[in-house]
């Protein structure tokens, strides 16, 4: 049955109702109108209430409409889920944009981006929209990613990673697989309903077909037969790295140069494949909070710059952070991507790791500070070694939202 209705609204804040109209209406007290009405109750309404008639099947009812600023506000962040900062938290109005590596380096690759262009990729301050840290994964940084989000560095894999070794070296243990997978596990359970995102690469998928003689492999679900030597527990003719462990099959980055042995990261090797290990068994088994997701070939990396964003301070203290993309845009007559790292968001999400390993054995004596420390500097650590190898012929801009 088709539902007519009509509101008649007799208060001077009348205009409100086109604004808030359009997000969503709290109507109390709606009661039919007539002799047994006796109409709102005392203390429900103030001055700021839009009082009126609504319609309903020819049957008129009597309204009350909240307009205080505490529903506005509220009314505001259920229709955007929070992308409207408050009074601690403006919204931007512009960016202040520095170049931070050495101006003198030499940027040889044709998708380069300067200040103007890098200022074009990103928008209007004004248009973007903010969301709290903990509501959101941490994606990798690379500009394959489809969509905004929230990147660093490794993502939410990468910092997992270094958290579980800066606990081995506080606590002098050495987590085995089952104690890797235990804490894995329960730091899920602490973030939920928010997911946990990972990513391999069409190049990679590839390299594991030819290995494994299949096609059309789907690691969101592989065979039965082929899993443990994708898990990298059954390796044919002898070899030492098979499947997911073997680097030219792993398509994320950072976890490829974390096994390099290289060094640069200071991070236990076997960490990394006991997380691969335990992230893809979880996967299998339908972990509904685990996301996959396949990047173009390696050959599309089209980042023209790494960008570094910073919020405000109001908006830092109160972990609010821009969603923003990295993915492909037309910018000065060429298609270029972005490599964005939004600093705020890492340092919420590795405060969040410090706070969660340290709640899971109060025998150990280690300080949250001292915790969140050195996982900065690791973080730090991985930042640049990683850069080394993506940004090595273009510009790093450090870019603060005010």
């Not at 928008?123 to 990613?145: C, F, I, N």
């Not at 104690?179 to 069409?202: C, D, W």
């Not at 396949?294 to 023209?304: N, Q, R, S, V």
């Amino acid at each position: 049955m088709a539902v007519v209705v009509s509101i008649q609204l007799s208060d001077a804040n009348s205009a409100l109702a086109g604004v808030f109209g359009g997000l969503t209406n709290k109507l109390t007290g709606a009661k039919p109108k007539g002799p047994e009405s006796k109409g709102p109750q005392a203390g429900e309404l103030t001055e700021e209430s839009i009082r009126g008639n609504i319609k309903l099947n020819n049957q008129l009812f009597e309204v009350a409409c909240d307009c205080s600023d505490e529903w506005k506000q509220a009314m505001i962040r259920d229709a955007t889920g929070g992308n409207v900062t408050n009074a601690a938290c403006q919204t931007p109005t512009r960016y202040e944009i520095q170049r931070i590596d050495a101006e003198d380096r030499e940027t040889t690759s044709p998708q380069a981006l300067d200040e103007s262009d890098v200022r074009e990729f990103i928008g209007k301050p004004s248009m973007l929209s903010y969301v709290d840290v903990k509501s959101q994964p941490l994606v990798d940084m690379d500009g394959r990613h489809k969509g905004a989000a929230l990147s660093g560095p490794g993502g939410d894999a990468g910092e997992f990673i270094r958290a579980c070794q800066v606990w081995e070296e506080l606590t002098g243990t050495t987590l085995d697989a089952q104690q890797v997978e235990k804490m894995f596990l329960g730091y899920l359970a602490s973030i939920k309903p928010r997911t946990f995102n990972m990513h391999t690469t069409v190049t990679a998928l590839e390299a594991l077909q030819d290995e494994l003689k299949v096609q059309g492999l789907d690691l969101l679900s592989p065979p039965q037969n082929k899993r443990a030597q994708l898990l990298g527990t059954s390796c044919k003719g002898g070899k030492k790295k098979c499947g997911l462990l073997k680097g030219s099959n792993i398509g994320f980055l950072e976890l490829k140069l974390m096994m390099s042995g290289s060094g640069m990261y200071l991070i236990r090797q076997e960490l990394v494949e006991q997380f691969i290990q335990v992230f893809y068994k979880k996967l299998w088994a339908k972990e509904a909070q685990l996301k996959l997701d396949i990047y173009k070939a390696d050959e599309y990396h089209l980042e023209g710059a790494v960008a570094i964003v910073e919020v405000s301070d109001s908006c830092a203290l109160r972990n609010r952070v821009p969603l923003l993309a990295q993915t492909e845009k037309h910018i000065g007559g060429k298609d270029v991507s972005l490599y964005v790292v939004l600093h705020n968001a890492v340092t919420a999400r590795r405060r969040e790791l410090a706070q969660f390993f340290i709640k899971t054995d109060d025998s150990a004596d280690v300080k949250e500070e001292e915790f969140l420390q050195r996982l900065e500097m690791k973080g730090e650590r991985a930042f640049k070694a990683t850069t080394d190898v993506l940004g090595a012929d273009i510009p790093v801009y450090l870019v603060r939202l005010l």
